[in-house]
């Protein structure tokens, strides 16, 4: 239970978000959206009271007694077989990470106080952003790897739903369902991987089945098989979150939200959950060689394309996007060679230095000019990728990374395979219908139907007028999926 | 057992079958739905006395005594225990919020009157301890439904479902019948009754006991809508009467008929039975979600949805080990709040415009934020977002089926994804971006109503609280797992 005060305090920086986001959506629903000047100063008592909080649990693993410990508040539930316990780790890994949660976000949402304001939908970004908050903690804080997937789908779940907060325009919405749709396939490795870590160490607390109280050194009591499996499960949830090769590309087109969210998301904390999740269990990539050699490749893979693909951008927040992919790229590499406190460092560096490219983002241009002004001359960098790359090679390149190296048209190719497998299947299901039914049953038919049953006039008239659109429309507008790739 | 002095679970069953009837005559809407929902709240009351009882008392089991006195008749004949005791207060939770969020259009008085006589026929099932009573309740309780569809039918709705949906339940029904009546033969020859205790400590052994077992498990296979014997399910919450075909679904007549009955007297012949279950349901689940991903009527998504979500509590109840038939409770429980959640916002939708064509819809969140947000938190609530409900189910679910099929486990998670995206999808289409020029647009102010609102939040907070604090409820589906799993003795 909470017998320490260090705990006690811990726990609180969890419970503070996730009470401010309870206290904000409850009134967003059942009442109305609360003034500007109240949600700011919630946001500002809770993320200061957070990163006070986390402050003193970092100070009290440093300097304490214990470098680690365990905070069970409780089991969650219990069958015959299976516990769920909740239990909070806190060593300086994750006190480190808390840390760099409270204080980015607690930033960005003093700078979102202002760039949000008079926006549509301002008390929505900021009841998302707690909740993020929240999902954030959880997963950094989490003692068992169920906790730490509640967390990460958590701050999945927010991520789509920030990407398409200008939910008037069509491409933020489209990417949302793209972003969703890789962290979805993604995260089923998460899942499959906790279930497996059960199965196999009759326990998901990630103390005695990932031995993590003595990170980065402790050791998994797993066999190298089953380890090497659950590590690379791991690992493929950590692609889809960390945006690495071959499913990059939604984080440029994740830039379409909001800027505070950008940086609190893409350049921050988000980007980063996949580094934190690998060095939480990186005593099962010791384990697990495989693991890590297939860490390297994809690392390496995804900084090299990044890096280049980077450079033909023309927006900034996609040329960011990019350069944040490379840097995460290279802590997989670290990881995979067993760099784990590099790595740790490098993730708060990276996140905190691309956290304030992302802020002044917005007003780049303004600070290029005045920079140039003061230089006296025009202010480039260096043309390193031409002196680099032979002449001839340098065009094949530039196309390849125009078209950011055709990894949107293979996923594309994918989904339209999937939707085509399901077309022809609920084709077949329609008619296997028909046959017990005895009458059509097609979208044609139900769109004539809802039109007949609607009882107002106006409805029914604009249905009317608008079954013949739609049934034409059908052929020309293709699914999400397959149309945000060709856009 | 503890016998209850009065006879709440009768009243349960009586109060709303007598007033469906009355209210099915009046002809003032306002009037019917005052009536309806005082009728709706009153089953609450009683069988959230039955279930305080239950669980105040501590005993295996609660009955109506009174039905003792029955002439002919030995044990009781209503009761309620572990396996019954929390769809009980669910089932009535979700009539309660059908009948206050119903939009006008759609709540005239016989509609209302059909739903609460659903719902009684729906306690007198979830309440018999009688196979013969729990057979005729089986069968009947889809007849209002099915009479109602048929209504909507005469006046120019769709065709085909009333067929196929007659079709079915006729032939879920053949088995059913020719099931029990075999045993009550068999029975009468060996001296024994069909209650269910007589029929659980006497096991089926015979070969005509068995064949009578196998009957009855064609009548669970017919009913759960598994592949191919799907179609009628997505039909009926496509073209049937909305907040019915929630609440039949949300109770699973099915799979409770499994629970209830096949699994407590099978025990021996159970585990290929349990295989050939375990793999209809997977491949309902999958293809289910398959299909899903291409349809583009929030109905019929929402219908498949429910088939998916049918077949995954399938798996989970045919999984042999503890935490997989408590998993597969409780997302039974879940998915039934979750996916009446989503209907109400979709008979919402349809009832301010007319369609739930998302091919016709788009940019509904400006002016219905609400109804945007209900659709989100109770779509992502079936999918087990983490803090709600189904994230305790599936999480036990999938642990509890790896330790008995572990590659069902992982296509299992397939048949997540898919559903996940057909979910975001279809919230994205409907909800977000803009309506298309072709489309329709609902103006400023027509939001959820209060009413609507009440009955979402009751729905919602069900499903948040419970996933915040699921310690309760999954001591009290493990004891009815436990039941389920271990010997057939412990259970009534």
């Not at chain 1, 409780?74 to 006190?95: E, H, K, Q």
């Not at chain 1, 692609?239 to 940086?263: C, D, H, I, Y």
């Not at chain 1, 002004?373 to 790359?389: I, S």
Request: with cysteine.
């Amino acid at each position: 239970m909470l017998a320490s005060p260090l705990a006690l305090v811990a726990t609180c920086v969890l419970l503070l978000p996730m009470g401010a986001f309870l206290l904000l959506a409850g009134l967003v629903f059942v009442y109305r959206t609360p003034s500007e000047r109240f949600i700011a100063r919630l946001t500002a008592v809770v993320f200061a009271l957070g990163l006070a909080g986390s402050i003193a649990t970092l100070a009290g693993v440093i300097v304490g007694p214990r470098h680690a410990f365990e905070i069970y508040l409780g089991r969650w539930f219990a069958v015959p077989g299976y516990t769920f316990d909740l239990t909070l780790l806190i060593d300086p890994l994750s006190a480190t990470l808390m840390v760099l949660t409270t204080a980015i976000i607690g930033i960005v949402g003093r700078f979102s106080v202002t760039y949000m304001h008079r926006e549509r939908g301002y008390g929505r970004f900021f009841v998302l952003m707690h909740l993020f908050a929240t999902g954030m903690l959880l997963l950094v804080m989490g003692g068992s790897v169920d906790l730490l997937y509640g967390g990460w789908e958590l701050v999945g779940i927010t991520s789509v739903l920030l990407i398409a907060f200008f939910q008037e325009r069509a491409e933020p919405v489209r990417n949302s369902l793209r972003a969703f749709i890789i962290y979805r396939v993604c995260d089923a490795g998460l899942l499959l991987g906790a279930v497996l870590v059960h199965h196999y160490a009759h326990t998901a607390q990630l103390d005695p089945a990932l031995g993590a109280t003595q990170w980065p050194l402790g050791a998994t009591h797993l066999e190298p098989g089953p380890a090497t499996l659950i590590a690379i499960l791991f690992m493929v949830a950590a692609m889809g979150k960390s945006a690495q090769f071959p499913v990059s590309n939604w984080l440029p087109r994740a830039m379409e939200g909001p800027t505070p969210s950008s940086a609190l998301f893409y350049g921050a904390l988000s980007i980063h959950a996949g580094v934190y999740l690998l060095l939480r269990t990186a005593p099962l990539l010791v384990a697990a060689p495989l693991a890590r050699a297939l860490l390297i490749v994809v690392g390496l893979l995804s900084a090299v394309c990044a890096t280049i693909a980077g450079r033909a951008q023309t927006d900034v927040k996609n040329a960011l996007a990019y350069a944040s992919i490379a840097q995460v790229g290279i802590m997989f590499v670290e990881i995979g060679l067993g760099l784990y406190v590099l790595a740790a460092l490098h993730l708060v560096g990276h996140a905190c230095v691309r956290t304030l490219q992302l802020l002044k983002a917005p007003s780049a241009l303004h600070e290029a000019h005045i920079l140039d002004a003061a230089a006296g001359r025009h202010m480039a960098t260096g043309a390193h990728m031409e002196r680099m790359v032979p002449g001839t090679f340098q065009r094949w390149l530039y196309g390849l990374a125009l078209e950011r190296f055709h990894l949107d048209a293979l996923l594309n190719r994918l989904a339209r395979a999937v939707m085509a497998l399901a077309r022809r299947v609920d084709a077949l299901d329609r008619r296997w219908a028909v046959l017990q039914s005895g009458t059509p049953h097609g979208p044609t038919a139900s769109a004539a139907s809802t039109a007949s049953t609607a009882s107002t006039a106006s409805a029914a008239s604009a249905a009317s007028a608008g079954a013949a659109h739609a049934t034409r429309a059908t052929k020309a507008r293709d699914p999400d999926m397959v149309r945000s790739g060709e856009s | 057992m503890i016998a209850l002095p009065f006879p709440l679970m009768a009243l349960a069953i009586v109060i709303p079958a007598v007033y469906g009837l009355i209210i099915a005559r009046m002809r003032d809407e306002v009037v019917a739905r005052r009536h309806a929902t005082i009728a709706a709240t009153a089953v609450l009351a009683l069988v959230a006395a039955v279930v305080i009882a239950f669980r105040a008392r501590g005993a295996a089991i609660v009955v109506d005594a009174w039905t003792v006195s029955l002439p002919g008749v030995s044990h009781p004949l209503l009761g309620v225990d572990s396996l019954s005791a929390p769809l009980l207060p669910l089932v009535a939770l979700i009539a309660l919020a059908t009948v206050i969020a119903r939009p006008r259009r759609i709540a005239a008085p016989h509609t209302l009157g059909a739903l609460l006589m659903t719902e009684a026929l729906v306690i007198g099932l979830l309440t018999a301890l009688h196979l013969g009573l729990l057979a005729l309740f089986w069968i009947a309780s889809a007849v209002p439904a099915l009479i109602e569809a048929r209504r909507r039918q005469a006046l120019g709705a769709q065709g085909p479902l009333t067929r196929t949906w007659a079709l079915f339940l006729l032939l879920g029904a053949l088995p059913l019948v020719a099931g029990t009546v075999v045993l009550l033969i068999d029975g009468v020859r060996a001296g024994v009754s069909l209650h269910l205790a007589d029929l659980v400590e006497r096991g089926l052994h015979t070969h005509i006991e068995i064949a009578a077992g196998l009957l009855i498990g064609l009548a669970v296979l017919l009913r759960s809508a598994v592949v191919p014997v799907h179609s009628w399910l997505p039909m009926s919450f496509e073209h049937g009467p909305p907040g019915m075909v929630s609440l039949l679904w949300a109770t699973q007549p099915s799979a409770y008929l499994l629970a209830r009955v096949l699994m407590p007297i099978f025990p021996d012949a159970a585990e290929p039975f349990r295989v050939i279950l375990a793999a209809l349901g997977l491949f309902t689940a999958v293809y289910a979600a398959l299909v899903g991903l291409a349809q583009t009527d929030l109905k019929r998504i929402v219908g498949l949805l429910a088939t998916s979500y049918g077949g995954i509590v399938l798996i989970g109840l045919s999984s042999s080990h503890a935490d997989g038939i408590a998993g597969g409770l409780m997302l039974w429980i879940s998915a039934g709040v979750a996916i009446t959640g989503l209907s109400l916002v979709v008979v919402a939708v349809e009832a301010r415009t007319g369609t739930t064509d998302i091919r016709r819809l788009g940019g509904l969140a400006h002016t219905m934020p609400r109804a945007a947000m209900v659709f989100a938190v109770f779509g992502l609530a079936a999918v087990g977002l983490p803090g709600m409900l189904g994230f305790v189910g599936e999480d036990m679910l999938i642990h509890g089926v790896l330790e008995s099929y572990p590659a069902v486990a992982a296509l299992l998670l397939v048949a997540g994804v898919f559903n996940g995206i057909t979910v975001m999808r279809a919230f994205a289409r409907a909800f977000l971006g803009q309506a298309v020029p072709w489309g329709v647009k609902v103006p400023p102010g027509r939001d959820l109503r209060p009413r609507e609102r009440v009955a979402v939040i009751v729905l919602a907070a069900i499903l948040a609280v419970f996933g915040l604090m699921p310690g309760p409820l999954v001591s009290a589906r493990s004891q009815a797992a436990v039941d389920l799993a271990a010997e057939p003795g412990a259970h009534p």
